[in-house]
């Protein structure tokens, strides 16, 4: 079965330095990965995702992320934190063999310091 | 509208009463689920509906009740909750695809549900 590990449940970085948000998945054959942010007292909103091809994904408001089979491991990385990105970040991790379900991560808490 | 609307964004009821959350998506997709979002726990998937006929119950209690009238439309109905069931309540939708590629889940913005 899937299973998404999302090890950090807060983070604070300083507004303008790097932000690397870490996620490991479970999962047999070649996965389709998501990042997706909530605000608070809103939905989730795609950030970027990963179905095949090449391991670098480019999302929106500037963040990115890598997928790394052999470390199954889909990391979410932006280079300078701006203080609107304080919000909640989910990994969620979807295959072929499951249909249209996803299994989501518990969610990493981002809080930017000025 | 656009997206994936949710009604109402807060509600409060008693145990006893009974009511009906509703979404609405106006992005043409076949697709749809319930969520439940607790605090401190993982996003739970309640339901899927697949072109209107619904293909995942993932072990709800029967006081949560789906609906799925067309493709645009997904209610959920509520009788007799518990303070436990006290959560974020969201709807999504995506184009699913019978040869198994997968699409994205757009979210709305959920229903703040207090059972008191």
């Known amino acids: 079965a899937q299973s998404v590990t999302q090890p950090d449940i807060h983070i604070t970085v300083s507004e303008g330095a790097s932000l690397e948000l870490r996620c490991n998945y479970s999962y047999g054959a070649t996965p389709y990965l998501f990042w997706y942010v909530q605000s608070p007292g809103q939905g989730l909103q795609l950030l970027l995702k990963?179905?095949?091809?090449?391991?670098l994904v480019q999302g929106i408001k500037g963040f990115e992320a890598e997928f790394k089979r052999s470390q199954s491991s889909f990391n979410l990385r932006k280079p300078s934190v701006h203080w609107s990105d304080a919000a909640e970040y989910f990994c969620?991790?979807?295959?072929?063999?499951?249909?249209?379900?996803?299994?989501f991560g518990a969610g990493t808490i981002l809080r930017v310091k000025s | 509208e656009t997206g994936v609307t949710q009604t109402p964004r807060h509600l409060v009821m008693g145990m006893t009463n009974k009511k009906s959350l509703k979404c609405e998506q106006h992005l043409g997709h076949n697709a749809m689920y319930w969520y439940k979002q607790s605090a401190k726990k993982p996003l739970e998937l309640m339901f899927v509906?697949?072109?209107?006929?619904?293909?995942e119950n993932n072990s709800v209690p029967s006081r949560f009740s789906p609906e799925c009238p067309n493709s645009s439309h997904l209610f959920l109905h509520l009788h007799t909750l518990q303070p436990e069931d006290s959560a974020l309540y969201l709807c999504?939708?995506?184009?699913?695809?019978?040869?198994?590629?997968?699409?994205?889940?757009?979210f709305g913005p959920g229903t703040r549900l207090t059972v008191l």
């Open positions: 999504a939708s995506s184009q699913f695809r019978t040869s198994g590629s997968q699409n994205e889940q757009f």
């Open positions: 969620a991790v979807g295959g072929k063999e499951y249909g249209n379900k996803l299994v």
């Open positions: 509906y697949n072109f209107k006929e619904q293909t």
């Open positions: 990963y179905f095949s091809g090449d391991t």
